[in-house]
């Protein structure tokens, strides 16, 4: 897209990165569908999707990102087009930062962390710092990596550590040369992929372990993984670069207060949508290009990025959504935040999967296929 190419490639000294918007769709799990009305979104092709138009079943609604990844999409292909590209960056000195946004249930902690059988940007993103770095040491003799990780969870606006459990709310700062760090929080070396797994693991269970005995919070927390590369030069002048890499599964972006979860207290939806709120303006005003303020400071999650989202950094947003309707308002307001641009469309939604005659008098569910409309 010309645009984009251009704002990303102008040649000003003062450049500011845009955030990338990546849609990924999750496929139509039954369960999730007790009404059986079958799914309310679906691809068009690599950067489109479509939704029902809810106030208007004659139409849908068009939408528009950097990318769209449809159901079928791999966890491999997900880390290839949206986030390879972006991780070689921290081993020249360069911020970089991916976030899983989305309501809970669609696919965030899949996407991020994925499972053992199919695991996710993180376990791919970590080998790939490894490698990189094997093969730079292999090929520039001159200079040393060494990489190291910390793991935070931001949770009602209180930074804590998840290597350290029983630490206390941690302060963010920023040093003279404006690099955010956190004073106290752990960081830990790593020399290898299993080296991270050792730590990774067990801290990961700290936070689930957590979540079942506090309501649920690992939906209501932002989990930030920290990779950092520090890059030294073996000979005079003895150069040293730093690059971080924060790789993070936000909290649900669902409205706590419209679903009425009925444990969360109005402190705690407050806190999650401030961080969440901020995080969309922040981007916003990033991709709007505009200069103005960008408000980091809002909230912590976003003073805690600043030096990594924005500037010299490079950043993905994957906004996951599920294609069921039960989700449909909290996909309405995830799709909102993500597009570039959005346009109604005058013809009703397409279902790729017949439905049962019990469903066949929902204003939606006509069974015509994409050609008889592109006919019409
Ligand atoms: P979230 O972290 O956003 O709450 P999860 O990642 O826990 O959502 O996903 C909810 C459920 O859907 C999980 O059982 C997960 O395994 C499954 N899931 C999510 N995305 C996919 C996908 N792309 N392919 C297969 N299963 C998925
Ligand atoms: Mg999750």
Redesign the pocket.
């Known amino acids: 897209m010309a645009h984009r190419v251009a704002v990303n490639d102008a040649a000003g000294s003062k450049r500011t990165s845009r955030v990338r918007v990546a849609v990924?769709l999750?496929?139509y799990?039954d369960k999730q569908d007790e009404k059986g009305e079958g799914p309310c979104v679906r691809g068009l092709g690599p950067q489109t999707l479509e939704i029902v138009n809810w106030r208007n079943a004659t139409e849908t609604l068009q939408y528009q990102f950097d990318a769209f990844h449809g159901?079928k999409t791999t966890q491999q292909e997900v880390f290839l087009s949206s986030v390879k590209p972006i991780v070689s960056h921290i081993l020249n000195g360069q911020n970089a930062s991916v976030f899983a946004y989305?309501?809970?249930?669609?696919?965030?902690?899949?996407?991020m962390l994925g499972?053992q059988e199919q695991p996710g940007v993180i376990p791919r993103a970590v080998r790939e710092v490894f490698h990189l770095v094997r093969t730079q040491e292999k090929d520039q003799g001159e200079w040393g990596f060494s990489v190291g990780m910390s793991y935070l969870e931001i949770y009602n606006e209180k930074v804590l550590d998840l290597l350290s459990p029983n630490s206390q709310d941690l302060p963010i700062r920023e040093d003279k040369d404006k690099n955010i760090i956190i004073p106290g929080l752990t960081h830990t070396s790593l020399s290898s992929f299993s080296d991270f797994h050792t730590h990774f693991v067990p801290a990961s269970l700290n936070r689930t372990t957590a979540s079942t005995k506090l309501n649920q919070r690992s939906?209501r927390s932002h989990a930030v993984l920290l990779i950092k590369v520090v890059k030294s030069q073996r000979v005079p002048p003895n150069r040293q670069q730093t690059g971080k890499l924060y790789l993070v599964?936000l909290a649900?972006s669902e409205d706590n207060r419209r679903t009425g979860n009925q444990g969360i207290r109005l402190k705690e939806s407050g806190a999650i949508n401030l961080s969440l709120f901020t995080l969309s303006k922040v981007v916003d005003c990033l991709n709007a290009g505009t200069g103005g303020r960008v408000p980091y400071r809002d909230s912590k999650l976003t003073r805690l990025l600043q030096d990594s989202l924005g500037g010299s950094a490079h950043s993905v947003m994957i906004t996951?959504i599920a294609p069921e309707y039960k989700y449909y308002f909290d996909t309405f307001t995830a799709l909102n935040f993500a597009a570039k641009s959005k346009h109604v469309v005058n013809r009703p939604f397409v279902r790729e999967t017949m439905l049962d005659s019990t469903n066949s008098q929902h204003p939606v569910a006509r069974k015509r296929t994409s050609e008889e409309l592109e006919a019409e």
């Open positions: 990924r999750r496929p799990m159901e989305g309501p809970t249930g669609a696919g965030k902690t899949h996407t499972s939906s599964d649900g996951n």
